[in-house]
């Protein structure tokens, strides 16, 4: 797929699995493959979704950034490259957009190692 004005791009649901912190929870998707930042909406405490995300090249990884703090402020993040090719199922009825589902877990890290990550997805 490629990011031409006809194409319709995937819709994505991704349902988080674990402890939950939903007042502190940032979804997003990043990386060269996606056109731009897409921040997801979310549908409830643990399912966030993005619609007609236009991508590039489906064989090239989009990055799925989510982050949370805990109550004692301890940030816990999902950093995952995925490819659509990968993860992309048919919709549903005629002219329905390719779909992606998943599950994911946070996993807590240190201030020091989510400075880090994030130097490293600005680059």
Same mark, same amino acid.
């Not at 490629?2 to 649901?13: M, V, Y």
């Not at 405490?45 to 991508?55: G, I, L, N, P, S």
């Not at 549903?92 to 997805?121: C, N, R, S, W, Y």
């Given at each position: 797929?490629?990011?031409?004005?006809?194409?319709?791009?995937?819709?994505?649901?991704?349902?988080?699995?674990?402890?939950?912190?939903?007042?502190?929870?940032?979804?997003?998707?990043?990386?060269?493959?996606?056109?731009?930042?897409?921040?997801? +909406?979310?549908?409830?405490?643990? /399912?966030?979704?993005?619609? %007609?995300? &236009?991508? $590039?090249?489906?064989?090239?990884?989009?990055? !799925?950034?989510?982050?949370?703090?805990?109550?004692?402020?301890?940030?816990?993040?999902?950093?995952?490259?995925?490819?659509?090719?990968?993860?992309?199922?048919?919709?549903?009825? +005629?002219?329905?957009?390719?779909? /992606?589902?998943?599950?994911? %877990?946070? &996993?807590? $890290?240190?201030?020091?190692?989510?400075?880090? !990550?994030?130097?490293?997805?600005?680059?």
């Amino acid at each position: 797929m490629n990011a031409e004005r006809n194409d319709k791009g995937f819709d994505l649901t991704v349902k988080f699995k674990g402890k939950r912190y939903p007042k502190t929870t940032f979804v997003m998707l990043a990386g060269e493959n996606v056109k731009t930042t897409i921040p997801l +909406k979310k549908r409830d405490d643990r /399912v966030y979704e993005a619609d %007609k995300v &236009k991508f $590039i090249n489906d064989k090239a990884p989009i990055i !799925l950034f989510a982050m949370q703090y805990d109550e004692d402020g301890n940030p816990w993040v999902i950093n995952y490259k995925f490819r659509v090719a990968d993860y992309a199922k048919k919709g549903k009825g +005629k002219g329905a957009l390719p779909t /992606v589902f998943m599950k994911l %877990k946070f &996993k807590q $890290i240190t201030e020091d190692e989510l400075q880090d !990550l994030l130097v490293d997805l600005d680059n």
